[in-house]
Structures are given as structure tokens and as C-alpha cells.
């Protein structure tokens, strides 16, 4: 008699643990995907993505200028070198000053178009143009100097201007993101 | 909330316990130190699903408020900016402008089992007044919460909710001092926005704080029953968790599937159309209905011919529900007991089901095709009547009059008969 | 058990009950006093999708008949992938539109071409503009008419009016010559579901007005038809993706619901049958 009470009880136990926490994990699974919405909504929306590219058209650049446009929130530089800018560019591909050493060849995917981010790598100032040491870019925060193919020479930001990603569409209009 | 014998086993919650008692609080609030009549039906699952409405218009409002912009020129872009291109933005809109009507619904029914059930009576007097409070700040929430979207409904709504605080003008210029104040200018307008939204983030976090006293207020007496009688004897009670939580989880996950319903498939059903439309101060829509949850009030407004009467009658079909403790001179409880009671209970939730659908009706508009016609007017003003004599004369006569069925000696007891029974 | 069921039962009826009053009449108060055709829209009821073809035609027609006077101020183009186009079908979707693009040397103004992140361009530079040209009335934005021209009733859903029984109902009513005793004010028209009957906007739909790029034979209703579906996509264009989660979290929370109902029964069952008192 005893027996078949134990038997019983231990199967309701059994049986009311099993339904608890069936019960329990599609709660917490229920609970979680609610969360995601809640936290995924902080994520850029879908107007903010649509300007996450931007076409430029160089056509209307002259030579020797600088065009600045914003694009995700910050300013992008888009130099259009002259020959001996380009020139002077190249010869200081090895220079000793170089803080960040890197060919003008891998920063200019043509070298007549110079596309960076005009941030300052140091504390993100916008570092003013055709100023400082190499007649480049130079940031007016904490003083440091840019050559004409965005790297860092002199101050104390410790890398070069930063390079976007960019694809030119073709002669005239480049793709930036 | 009183004293907790809740004794933690593990050893690092019991140091955390000894310096900041909140898990024992929680044990005796909401957990198994709270001991709750054993005999509460599902009317009673409306309180904690309240709470979880609540909980809800917060969170998404908050998360609403990260990309709405509280300015005439730009609310409702933003709000249908939110609604196409923040992720999952619809379904946080829609769950906050449906979640509103469901809390009402929700708190409505709440109302309405306190009135059956006498939870109103004593002891229970103030826990009803913070009820009526939390009531109140509902409702002024909800009006300021539908002025963000700044659609046609949302300005003149407000315009005519405002309006309203002119009918106090006891000497020259007075309501309209009033009313600048409110605007803060001569018409509702970008200031008016801007406090209404300031006001609506403050209110709910008010709403909280008063929620708490009201929780405060239910756990001296601890809580009524159906039968209205007071829980005595360790019969009587059973520990709220795992009983209540267990059936309040199981009220909680039937309304969310009620409130998806409205979210994903009728979600626009409770609002007008007239919002998706943006605010234009130079026309007015040939219709301003309050929001459904206003509209019995909205009745009672439009059916006294005179500006400030009619105010105060509006406000005073709220207010007299703080002296219905006193009207009702019974000395039991439940409506259970009380047969004429219910009867009028019953005919009172009809009859301000009815003042609300007048609401929605022009004065002129027939409702009844008799006598040559009866139009909304007349009718609106024989239920504010009946609304008004319910309290007034209705409730204090027949709960000193009528003759009342027997009550069971203890809420045990109506246990054991019943299933002796069945 | 029979007892508990009569609650839910009135419970249920309670939270009915509690609505039927507002909600109905509320918003049945706008309705028009002619009888609109109800169409059959692919895209009612829960499991509704749009209908792409149509919104793809639906579109010409905006594009190249209404978008002459009406703006649709809040959809990008980008959004136009809901429709059914590809990336480049968008962009050069796009291209055709120029946008100002600030100022050249001599301070004239200057433009670029659109691209897929601009919003529809709007005919007439303000409102003003917009009275002078159309006779003294203002156009109404298109991006939101679909759903500011519905009214829906939740308990008798057959009084319900959809914003595109209304357009349709708008494009297809009007008659040449007002009834007798109507009198028409220069440049009104006489249309039976707009409601007051007279209208500012002249017939802007014939037969054949546009080429239907898929064939479909352009008559009157069928463009009716479509540009109000394409209204109704700009007024709500995350309908398909709202049904497609609600579905699911519907029948997730029922689950959920049948498990917490075993659950409570459960833990009710010592105390429901009062062991604990006997």
C-alpha cells in the first residue's frame, strides 16, 4: 500500500517538475525575444543607413582644392593633388619622421584624389587645411602637422588621417562607404 | 509590508538581507509571506495586471522618447519617422498607443470588482482614495500622452480639454488668465507641447509612486474576497506565492495574446483616423471625439446646458466616487449578499457603457425613433441623471434598506460547503 | 472548473463590453453617406499581403498622374524595395528626380540628381504655391491618406470604411453634370463619395491615361485600385511584417497560455478541493 502511494507521489513529482520547467524555459525564451526589439531600436534606423554611402562627383573640383563634405557625421576630405603635391608625397614615403609609416601608393587609390576622414587621430579635432609644416593639414587642438598625404609628421596624434572606404563608379563620381 | 520573516539560506544573500531588507520586503509584498483569502476569482488578476500595463507604457514610452522630438514643426514627422525607420519602432508605438487603451480597460475592471465586491468599504477607505488618485493621473497621462503625435485629434482635443479650465472665470478675465497659463500662449500651441510631454514622461513615474502607497494601503487589511467577509482564521488565507503568482502569470499570458491581437492586426481600431492627419489650427474636424475612455465623462459635459456647470458636473461624476465609502451604509461588503445592490450595480455599468456611447454622438443625432424622436442630447442628459441619482440616492437608500442573503461565517467554511455541494 | 469558465467567460465580456461603447460609434462618426464599394484588397485580414504588381502599377499612377499636384512627403525611395525593385531599378528610379544642391559661383542655384535615400519630391514649393495653382485648394500629402481617410469599427466590422474603398470610392464617383439643384462653383466637380459632394480636384483618371507597363488594361477602376493600394503601402508600410510577427507571437503566447493554465491548475489543486482544511 505504502508502495503504490510512494510510486504515485514520485510520478506527480516527476511529472509537476517536467510541466514547471517546460513551463519556465518558454517563459524565459518569451521574455528574451522581447528584449531584442527594446534593444536592437538603439540601432541606427534605416534613414540614418541610407546616408551610411554617399556619391561624389569630383567633376567639380579644380585642381589643387580641397572639398569637404559630411558623411556619417563627420567631415570627409577630398583633395584633388596637383602634380608636385603628388610628387612630394611619394618622396616622403620613407621619411624618418613618419610616426605612422605608410606609402602614399596605399593611401591614394588614385593618386590625383586624396579621400580621408578629417578627423584628427588624436583627440578628434578637424585639422585645418594648406596650414602647419608641410603646407597640409594641420590640427589647431594640440599641434599636429599632416603631410600632403594625410600622415602624421610632427604633434601628437599617433596615426595617420584615416582613409575611408571608397570605390571611384568612374572618372568623376566616387563612392565613399 | 510590515515586518518579514523571510530567513534567507544562502549565506551571501543573507549578509546582502541583513543590510537592505528589499528581498524580505518583496517575500511579504508579492511573495509566500503575503497571505491572500483563499477564495479570489480571476477579478481579482486585474490589480497585477495593471501593474504590468504600467510597467509596459514606461518602458516603451521611454524608448519612444528617444526619438520623438517634442516641437510642433517636427512631432509628427517624428512619430512617423519612428513608425517607419527606427527598428521595431511600429511595434513599440503601436504597443504604447494600444497598451493605453488596455490599461484603462484593465483599470476600469479593477474599478468596477472593487464596486461589486465592496473593496471600497472599510477598512479599505484609503487604499480606495490612492486607487481614484492613480485613476486620476491616468487620466490626465493619457489626454497629454494623445497631444504628442500633434495630429489633428491631438490639437483639438487639447484645445477643448483646455478649454475646459475657461468655465472658472469668476471675475472679469479670470478663465482666460487660466487658460494662458495652461497654453502658455494664446492657443494651444508649441509651448503647450512642450509641457504636455514634460508632463506626460512625469506623471507615470508619479503613477509608481502613488502605486506603491496603494500596495502599502492593501497590506493592512490584506486583501477583500468575493464573499466580503474578513479573512480570520490560517483557513482563510494561503500564501500569495505560489497560488496568486501562479494564476496572475497564467491572467498575465492570456491578455498578452488579447493586447497582440490589437497590436498586430487592428492596431489603429482604438485611435481616429483624424490623428494621422498633422495638426492644423486653421481647420477644425467636422467631429472631436475624446479618446474612448474619457467619453462617458465627455456625456455628462455636453449635457448641462451651462459652460461651468457642465464642468463641474464632469468633474464631479469622477470625484464623488472618493465618497462612496460613506453613501454605502451597508454593513456587508460583496454584492454577492446584496441582491438589489447588483441589480443597481448592473444597470449603473450599463448605463455609463450608454453615456459613453453618446459621447461619440452629435446632440441632434435621433437615438431613440419614438415621441417624434429622441435625439443624443435628451438622452445624455436622462443618463447623467440616473449616473448622478445612482450615488446621491440610489446607493445610500438601498444599502441601508435592502434585505441581504446570509453570509458565511468565514471564508473556510463557504469552502467546505461548496464542495460538499458539488 | 464550470464555475472558473463563467468567469473567464465574463471577464471577456466585461473587457468587451467596456470597449463596445466608445469604439464603435467613435469611429463610425466619420462616415460618408454614400454607400462605398468594398473591394476584396489581397492585403485585408490578418494573413493579407500586398498585392506587388498592383503597387507597382499603383505607383505609375502617382508618378505620373497624381504626383503632378499631390506630394508624398514622408517615403524615400529607398523604401520602393517593399515593391518589389532591386537596388539599381531604384537607383535609376531615383535619377529621374533632381534635387537643389546649394549654389554655384554666381549664386545660382544648383542641382543633382536624385538618389535612393531622398524622399518623393514635392510638386508645389509650399502651400501658397500649391492654393494658387489648384483654385484655392491645398492637395493633401499622399503618405498618410490611406490611413486618415479610414474608419473602423471594432464590433461591427461591416461598418468599417477602408482609406481604399474611400480612394477608390473618390476616383471612381464622379459625374459629368451636378444633379439638378446642385450648384457647381467654378472648378468644383460633383462627386458622390467625397463627402459635401463637391469637390476641388477635376476627374484625374480616364481610361488608358497611363500604359501599364505589365499590360494590365488601365481602365479607370483598375488605377483606382491600384494607386490606392500604393497609398495604403506608403501609409503603413510595415503591415507585412507586422501580420508575418504577430502570427507568431500569437500562437507562441498561446502556448504559453495552455502551459500556465496546467501550471496554476497544478498548484491549485490541494487548496481547490480544500484537502488542506479537512
Redesign the interface.
Known amino acids: 500500500m505504502t508502495t503504490k502511494d510512494q510510486v504515485e507521489q514520485e510520478e506527480g513529482v516527476t511529472r509537476r517538475d517536467f510541466l514547471y520547467v517546460a513551463t519556465g524555459a518558454v517563459g524565459a525564451v518569451g521574455a528574451a525575444s522581447v528584449v531584442w526589439p527594446l534593444v536592437d531600436q538603439m540601432n541606427p534606423s534605416a534613414d540614418v543607413l541610407a546616408l551610411a554611402s554617399v556619391e561624389v562627383d569630383l567633376s567639380a573640383i579644380p585642381l589643387g582644392q580641397t572639398l569637404k563634405i559630411l558623411w556619417r557625421g563627420k567631415p570627409i576630405f577630398i583633395r584633388h593633388r596637383t602634380a608636385a603635391e603628388i610628387e612630394a608625397a611619394i618622396a616622403d614615403n620613407g621619411a624618418i619622421d613618419l610616426i605612422d609609416p605608410e606609402d602614399d601608393q596605399a593611401r591614394a587609390e588614385r593618386p590625383e584624389w586624396l579621400i580621408m576622414v578629417g578627423v584628427c587621430t588624436h583627440l578628434g579635432c578637424v585639422p585645418l587645411d594648406q596650414r602647419g609644416d608641410f603646407n597640409a593639414w594641420f590640427c589647431p587642438c594640440h599641434g599636429s602637422h599632416y603631410d600632403i598625404s594625410g600622415r602624421i609628421r610632427k604633434g601628437p596624434a599617433p596615426r595617420n588621417l584615416e582613409v575611408p572606404k571608397y570605390a571611384f563608379l568612374n572618372d568623376t563620381t566616387v563612392k565613399i562607404g | 509590508m510590515g515586518s518579514s520573516n523571510y530567513q534567507p539560506t544562502n549565506k551571501a544573500v543573507k549578509w546582502f538581507e541583513d543590510r537592505l531588507p528589499i528581498l524580505g520586503l518583496m517575500h511579504s509584498t508579492l511573495g509566500a509571506g503575503y497571505l491572500a483569502p483563499r477564495n479570489l476569482n480571476y477579478w481579482w488578476n486585474f490589480g497585477s495586471l495593471a501593474g504590468f500595463m504600467l510597467v509596459v507604457q514606461i518602458i516603451t514610452g521611454v524608448i519612444l522618447v528617444m526619438h520623438y522630438t517634442p516641437h510642433v514643426d517636427m512631432a509628427f514627422r517624428a512619430v512617423e519617422h519612428i513608425m517607419r525607420d527606427v527598428n521595431y519602432g511600429w511595434l513599440i508605438r503601436y504597443t504604447h498607443s494600444n497598451g493605453a487603451s488596455m490599461f484603462f480597460v484593465v483599470v476600469y475592471i479593477h474599478i468596477l470588482r472593487g464596486m461589486y465586491f465592496g473593496s471600497y468599504k472599510s477598512p479599505r477607505e484609503v487604499l480606495w482614495f490612492l486607487g481614484l488618485v492613480i485613476y486620476l493621473l491616468m487620466m490626465a497621462t493619457g489626454f497629454m500622452g494623445y497631444v504628442l503625435p500633434w495630429g489633428q485629434m491631438s490639437f483639438w482635443g487639447a484645445t477643448v480639454i483646455t478649454n475646459l479650465f475657461g468655465a472658472f472665470d469668476f471675475y472679469e478675465g479670470m478663465g482666460e488668465s487660466i487658460l494662458h497659463l495652461l497654453w502658455g500662449g494664446f492657443a494651444v500651441d508649441n509651448p503647450t507641447l512642450q509641457r504636455f510631454f514634460s508632463l506626460h514622461y512625469l506623471l507615470p513615474f508619479v503613477i509608481v509612486g502613488v502605486v506603491i502607497l496603494h500596495i502599502w494601503a492593501l497590506h493592512l487589511p490584506g486583501s477583500n474576497n468575493p464573499l466580503g467577509i474578513d479573512a480570520k482564521g490560517p483557513g482563510d488565507k494561503i500564501p500569495f506565492h505560489p497560488y496568486y503568482t501562479a494564476k496572475d502569470l497564467f491572467g498575465l499570458s492570456f491578455f498578452i495574446v488579447i493586447l497582440a491581437i490589437f497590436i498586430f492586426y487592428m492596431p489603429n481600431i482604438m485611435g481616429h483616423p483624424d490623428n494621422y492627419i498633422e495638426a492644423n489650427p486653421m481647420v477644425t474636424p467636422p467631429h472631436i471625439v475624446p479618446e474612448w475612455y474619457y467619453l462617458p465623462f465627455y456625456t455628462i459635459l455636453k449635457a448641462v446646458p451651462d459652460k461651468l456647470f457642465g464642468v463641474i458636473a464632469m468633474f464631479a461624476s469622477i470625484l464623488i466616487f472618493f465618497v462612496l465609502p460613506w453613501l454605502d451604509g451597508s454593513k456587508i461588503r460583496s454584492a454577492k449578499f446584496r441582491p438589489t445592490t447588483a441589480f443597481f450595480f448592473w444597470l449603473f455599468l450599463l448605463n455609463t457603457l450608454y453615456l459613453g456611447y453618446l459621447g461619440t454622438k452629435l446632440p441632434d443625432e435621433i437615438m431613440i425613433d419614438m415621441a417624434g424622436g429622441i435625439d443624443a442630447l435628451t438622452m445624455g442628459r436622462i443618463s447623467s441623471i440616473f449616473y448622478f441619482a445612482y450615488f446621491i440616492v440610489i446607493v445610500p437608500l438601498v444599502s441601508r434598506m435592502e434585505s441581504t442573503k446570509p453570509v458565511p461565517i468565514s471564508i473556510a467554511q463557504s469552502v467546505l460547503d461548496a464542495n460538499k455541494k458539488g | 472548473m464550470l464555475n472558473?469558465l463563467k468567469?473567464?467567460g465574463l471577464?471577456t465580456l466585461?473587457?468587451s463590453?467596456?470597449?463596445?461603447?466608445?469604439?464603435?460609434?467613435?469611429?463610425?462618426?466619420?462616415a460618408s453617406a454614400y454607400p462605398l464599394k468594398k473591394y476584396d484588397w489581397p492585403h485585408a485580414g490578418?494573413f493579407g499581403m500586398f498585392d506587388k504588381p498592383s503597387l507597382q502599377r499603383g505607383l505609375q499612377v502617382y508618378k505620373e498622374v497624381c504626383a503632378s499636384c499631390h506630394s508624398l512627403d514622408?517615403v524615400?525611395f529607398?523604401?520602393l524595395k517593399a515593391l518589389g525593385y532591386n537596388a539599381d531599378e531604384i537607383k535609376a528610379f531615383a535619377a529621374e528626380y533632381e534635387f537643389p544642391n546649394g549654389f554655384d559661383d554666381e549664386g545660382e542655384e544648383k542641382y543633382?540628381k536624385g538618389?535612393?535615400?531622398d524622399y518623393f519630391p514635392a510638386p508645389y514649393a509650399n502651400e501658397e504655391e500649391a492654393r494658387d495653382a489648384n483654385n484655392g485648394a491645398f492637395p493633401?500629402d499622399f503618405?498618410?491618406l490611406g490611413?486618415?481617410?479610414?474608419?473602423?469599427?471594432?464590433f461591427t466590422p461591416w461598418n468599417s470604411i477602408y482609406?481604399e474603398d474611400y480612394i477608390v470610392g473618390i476616383l471612381n464617383t464622379y459625374h459629368e453634370d451636378a444633379p439638378e439643384g446642385v450648384e457647381l462653383a467654378d472648378g468644383m466637380s460633383y462627386n458622390e463619395a467625397f463627402?459635401g459632394n463637391l469637390i476641388a480636384m477635376a476627374p484625374p483618371l480616364f481610361d488608358d491615361i497611363v500604359e501599364y507597363a505589365d499590360g494590365t488594361p488601365a481602365t479607370t477602376e483598375q488605377m483606382a485600385k491600384d494607386v490606392a493600394t500604393f497609398m495604403y503601402w506608403a501609409?503603413e508600410?510595415?503591415m507585412e511584417v507586422?501580420?508575418k510577427?504577430?502570427?507568431k507571437?500569437?500562437i507562441?503566447?498561446?502556448?504559453?497560455?495552455i502551459?500556465?493554465?496546467?501550471?496554476?491548475r497544478?498548484?491549485?489543486r490541494k487548496?481547490k478541493?480544500?484537502d488542506?482544511?479537512?
Do not use: C
Open positions: 472558473r468567469n473567464i471577464m466585461a473587457v463590453a467596456l470597449t463596445i461603447g466608445g469604439l464603435t460609434a467613435a469611429n463610425a462618426a466619420g490578418p514622408m524615400a529607398r523604401e543633382r538618389f535612393p535615400q493633401p503618405s498618410l490611413k486618415s481617410r479610414e474608419h473602423l469599427s471594432l482609406g463627402p501609409a508600410p510595415k507586422r501580420k510577427m504577430g502570427l507571437v500569437i507562441f503566447m498561446s502556448i504559453l497560455t502551459m500556465l493554465y496546467f501550471v496554476n497544478r498548484v491549485w487548496i478541493k480544500g488542506d482544511l479537512a
